[in-house]
Structures are given as structure tokens and as C-alpha cells.
């Protein structure tokens, strides 16, 4: 079946650090993929999505491209904050295309100063 | 403006316990999912409402477990005879219509712990 793998955390970097988090997925079809957030305390948000092989969603500064050759959609920012220290949800939507989602495991970010 | 909401937002009850947790989605939006969020789970779909119909039930973990919709609106997720591993935060979803590319508003969660 459909399923999403994401690179296990915690992530912890400096403040201004470069941020990668890997997330493939095996799927039937072309699903859309996204990354969904989770900062301390809030409820799940959006933060971006691709919709088809080599679009690039990009929101707050991070960036993801869909990579159908690689089944891969890793999520990058150039320069992260301390705002942006939270847990990060890769998620692709299943085949049956009522919009029901798919997610990773999940990633922590601990951003420091 | 208004979003998701859900309540309780936190629930203790005791193992053998009925809990019903409720949602209120976004005004106008005809998709409601419900998921559950645990430690060794992650995120996992639970079912989705088109209407007040369900047309994919498919993650509800037991026939504990039941669910249904009113008035095209509120949800109510319904457990029975609570048992420990039910504990988690179970969070709702809602979205213009059930379609890969209406972006789905979360909840704030219920977190539910069995005792």
C-alpha cells in the first residue's frame, strides 16, 4: 500500500543553518504530496505542497520539489530561526482521491540561538 | 475567523469507560476526517465524512470505535469499553470538498489517556 517514510529526529541545529528532511514514498498513481507542521502547543498547519512530478512547493522560506524518478519530496530551508523549531509531518493523499492523507512518521526540528 | 474546533480538549477516563469526543469543522466545508496521533502510530486516518455519509471507515481500529455526522456539520468519534492503547491525541479535519487539492484545517485535538 501507500506509505511515506521520513528521516527520524530530532534534528537540532544553530540558528541560520541550512535544514534538509528526507521523506520518499511508494504510491500507485500520481498522488500529491505535502508537508504539514506542527509547532508547540498549535494544531497541524500546511505548509506546502506539489500536486504533480517536478512542481515545487514553497512556503516561509522552505522549499520541496516532487520527485517522481526518486519517489522523494525533501523538505529545505537555506537559513532556519528558532521560530521554526517544530514537528514536521511528510503526507501524500490516497489513490481513493477523497483527500484522505498519508503521513511520515513525522520530524522534530529543534532550532537553537 | 472561525476554524476547527474540538472538545473536549483533553480527556481522562478509566479502562472499561464510553468517551465521545466531538468536532466542529470549518462553516461550509462538506469533508470531515478524523485521525489519531500516538507515539508508536504517528498519524493514522481513522474515517471520512462526505455529507453526513462515511463513505471510508477503513482506519477505525475496532468495532469500538463508531462515528457519525450531523447536519452536514458537528462529528462526534465515539469509543466503547476505552482500553489503554485508545490513548492518543485524536485530531480532526475538514475541507471544501473531499479532493486531493482542497487543503484539510486541523483541530486543535482531543488528547485522550486511559487509565
Known amino acids: 500500500g501507500n506509505s511515506v517514510t521520513q528521516m527520524e529526529g530530532p534534528v537540532t541545529l544553530s540558528e541560520e543553518a541550512f535544514l534538509t528532511i528526507n521523506c520518499t514514498y511508494t504510491?500507485?498513481?500520481?498522488?500529491?504530496l505535502f508537508w504539514y507542521v506542527q509547532y508547540p502547543g498549535e494544531g497541524l498547519q500546511l505548509l506546502l505542497k506539489?500536486?504533480?512530478?517536478?512542481d515545487k512547493g514553497s512556503n516561509k522560506g522552505f522549499e520541496a520539489t516532487y520527485r517522481k524518478e526518486t519517489t522523494s519530496f525533501h523538505l529545505e530551508k537555506g537559513s532556519v530561526q528558532v521560530s521554526d523549531s517544530a514537528v514536521y509531518f511528510c503526507a501524500l493523499d490516497d489513490p481513493s482521491n477523497t483527500g484522505k492523507l498519508i503521513f511520515g512518521q513525522g520530524t522534530t526540528l529543534q532550532v537553537k540561538p | 475567523g472561525a476554524g476547527v474546533s474540538q472538545s473536549p480538549s483533553n480527556k481522562v477516563t478509566e479502562k472499561g469507560k464510553d468517551v465521545e469526543l466531538r468536532c466542529d469543522p470549518i462553516s461550509g466545508h462538506t469533508a470531515l476526517y478524523w485521525y489519531r496521533q500516538s507515539l508508536g502510530q504517528g498519524l493514522e486516518f481513522l474515517i471520512y465524512f462526505q455529507g453526513n455519509s462515511a463513505p471510508d471507515k477503513s482506519g477505525l481500529p475496532s468495532d469500538r470505535f463508531s462515528a457519525e455526522r450531523t447536519g452536514g456539520s458537528v462529528s462526534t468519534l465515539t469509543i466503547q469499553r476505552t482500553q489503554q492503547e485508545d490513548s492518543a491525541v485524536y485530531l480532526c479535519?475538514?475541507?471544501?470538498?473531499?479532493?486531493?487539492?482542497?487543503?484539510?484545517?486541523f483541530g486543535p485535538g482531543t488528547r485522550l489517556t486511559v487509565l
Open positions: 479535519a475538514s475541507s471544501l470538498a473531499g479532493l486531493a487539492y482542497n487543503e484539510q484545517f
Open positions: 504510491a500507485t498513481g500520481y498522488p500529491s
Open positions: 506539489a500536486t504533480k512530478a517536478d
